[in-house]
T-cell receptor, first 114, second 115 residues
Framework: ETGVTQTPRHLVMGMTNKKSLKCEQHLGHNAMYWYKQSAKKPLELMFVYNFKEQTENNSVPSRFSPECPNSSHLFLHLHTLQPEDSALYLC?????????????FGQGTRLTVV | AQSVSQHNHHVILSEAASLELGCNYSYGGTVNLFWYVQYPGQHLQLLLKYFSGDPLVKGIKGFEAEFIKSKFSFNLRKPSVQWSDTAEYFCAVNGGSGNTGKLIFGQGTTLQVKP
């Protein structure tokens, strides 16, 4: 058990669909992250939230829309995705940004866009 | 640009063999360094980390890594691997105490240990 829970674990969606990924952390952390893991590519940061405020957007297309209503929950809203967006989406949390802290990862959502 | 390079993409060892996985990074300034492991079907979990101090750090399950600043390296080692060490290993870096939280990852190394 990692303390970071992601749902759903698997998602198949059409290019015209709208869906959301959910992440919840039970570690009392204040920073949350979305990463993308594509086949044969390094994990790539998408967004950073610190105390509910977005502090980094790594040039992510607007068809990915994050939401952080509180320090424990993070969502990734998806709409009009492309097949190349199929990947494993990982959520992570840490005590905060800007310090000597480590990130704790969820198990990920395996997304397939058809 | 900031980057992390893992030299070995796929390593196959027999049980009891010694392991060394290479990791080099390109990053201006102080760094925090990490090795994460992903066992089949499981989440990424931290093996060990370096923030400051002794450049030889010990982690879980008998793993250790050495930070060599002059070589921009943070290689992972284990004297004697077990079948249960079969997994994917990721080296990662962020920018020291003033970092934004962003981790830069290497491409990963798949380790297969034969019983």
């Amino acid at each position: 058990e990692t303390g970071v829970t992601q749902t759903p674990r698997h998602l198949v969606m059409g290019m015209t669909n709208k869906k959301s990924l959910k992440c919840e952390q039970h570690l009392g952390h204040n920073a949350m992250y979305w990463y993308k893991q594509s086949a044969k590519k390094p994990l790539e940061l998408m967004f950073v939230y610190n105390f509910k405020e977005q502090t980094e957007n790594n040039s992510v297309p607007s068809r990915f829309s994050p939401e952080c209503p509180n320090s424990s929950h993070l969502f990734l809203h998806l709409h009009t995705l492309q097949p190349e967006d199929s990947a494993l989406y990982l959520c992570a949390s840490s005590t905060r940004t800007g310090g000597n802290t480590e990130a704790f990862f969820g198990q990920g959502t395996r997304l397939t866009v058809v | 640009a900031q980057s992390v390079s893992q030299h070995n993409h796929h390593v196959i060892l027999s049980e009891a063999a010694s392991l060394e996985l290479g990791c080099n990074y390109s990053y201006g300034g102080t760094v925090n360094l990490f090795w994460y492991v992903q066992y089949p079907g499981q989440h990424l979990q931290l093996l060990l980390k370096y923030f400051s101090g002794d450049p030889l750090v010990k982690g879980i399950k008998g793993f250790e890594a050495e930070f060599i600043k002059s070589k921009f390296s943070f290689n992972l080692r284990k004297p004697s691997v077990q079948w249960s060490d079969t997994a994917e290993y990721f080296c990662a870096v962020n920018g020291g105490s003033g970092n934004t939280g962003k981790l830069i990852f290497g491409q990963g190394t798949t380790l297969q240990v034969k019983p």
